[in-house]
């Protein structure tokens, strides 16, 4: 297959491409400099230069491929719809990537929640993941427009990239802190609870929802969880440091911003990715979060 991609120099998006490629399919990647444009070249996608805000370009290219796969940014509005655009009365795939903050609190670290969600179960975001809720039912609104649009919501991802990017987000901005400052820290207590999933089996996910995906269809990338409190004494193990301590939220938005401190990392975000694997047959196979995190983790 013909495959438009954005995000293909990201991490998520470059798992996913090189996965893609050795598949057979042929990928035309979006991404904004030369640079980035050559180093994507290299690996055997063509470059698009171009944003999320070129509609024009980003239309034309939906038009052109055989399927489209959004990984730049679940926030983007205008770009969903000009892809949606672009592939309006074609039947043709359009994967979108969501983040399993839509379901998050605002713990803080504080407690666990009891409250865990699957594919059925319809969020009930804080107002600053509502955005990215509408944008969810946008993209699989698109089934009425005649594509078979469909969500690939992540929790936290971990495992090293296949492509440019080597790192994802939480963990190696705990790991980040912990180098800068020879101490481990969570979030509060650290007690929330997020779901994860390896980037592999990510990458096996999409191809499978490339393929089989039912038009309005959302899917949850989860293979188990983890309270923080856990994942920061894990990384402090692999980094040979002292116990992790817990931090009090105004001093971790100094250090993240609010966004990252209390929704990437001191909420809750409890899921279960049951038609995942009842509708699209996906096995997640890779090692748990913890175990890679004190075996397999780069620490250089």
């Known amino acids: 297959m013909d495959i438009f ?8 998006g470059g798992t996913i491409a090189v996965r ?25 996608i063509e470059p698009v230069i ?6 024009g370009l980003l239309t034309a290219e939906a038009v052109r491929a055989g399927g489209v796969i959004n990984t730049a940014d679940s926030d983007h509005r205008g770009a969903v719809e000009a892809l949606l655009a672009g592939l309006a009365g074609s039947g043709k795939p359009l994967l979108h990537t969501s983040g399993s903050s839509i379901v998050a609190d605002e713990a803080c670290g504080a407690a ?26 946008l993209v699989r609104a698109g089934a009425g427009r005649g594509v078979r649009a469909a969500v690939v919501c992540n929790t936290l991802i971990y495992g090293a990239g296949r492509g440019l990017a080597r790192d994802s987000a939480q963990v190696p901005t705990l790991v980040a802190q912990a180098r800068k400052s020879g101490i481990v820290r969570h979030v509060g207590r650290g007690l929330n609870v997020w779901s994860n999933v390896h980037v592999d089996d990510v990458a096996e996910l999409y191809v499978l929802a490339l393929a089989k995906a039912a038009p309005g269809g959302f899917y949850f990338a989860e ?45 809750n975000s409890r899921v279960r990715g049951r038609r995942a694997r009842a509708d699209l047959g996906w096995q ?11 075996r397999e983790m780069a620490v250089a």
Do not use: C
Not at 50 to 55: H, I, N, R, T
Not at 112 to 134: F, G, N
Not at 229 to 244: E, F, H, I, M, N
Not at 284 to 294: D, H, K, M, V
């Open 5 to 12: 991609m954005t995000g293909a120099a990201g991490y998520i």
């Open 50 to 55: 171009g944003s999320l805000d070129d509609a």
């Open 223 to 267: 293979n188990g969880e983890a309270a923080f409190r856990d994942v920061t004494a894990a990384v402090a193990r692999r980094l040979g440091l002292g116990a992790p301590q817990d931090w009090p939220v105004d001093a971790a938005i100094a250090e993240w911003g609010r966004g990252r401190a209390v929704y990437s990392l001191g909420s």
């Open 112 to 137: 666990a929640s009891d409250k865990i969600y699957d594919e059925d179960t319809a969020p009930d975001p804080v107002p600053d993941k509502k955005a990215r809720v509408v944008i969810d039912a």
């Open 20 to 44: 893609l490629l050795s598949d057979g399919h042929r990928l035309r990647g979006l991404v904004r400099g030369a640079d980035k444009a050559r180093r994507l070249a290299a690996i055997g």
């Open 284 to 294: 997640p196979r890779e090692a748990a979060l913890l175990p890679w995190i004190e």
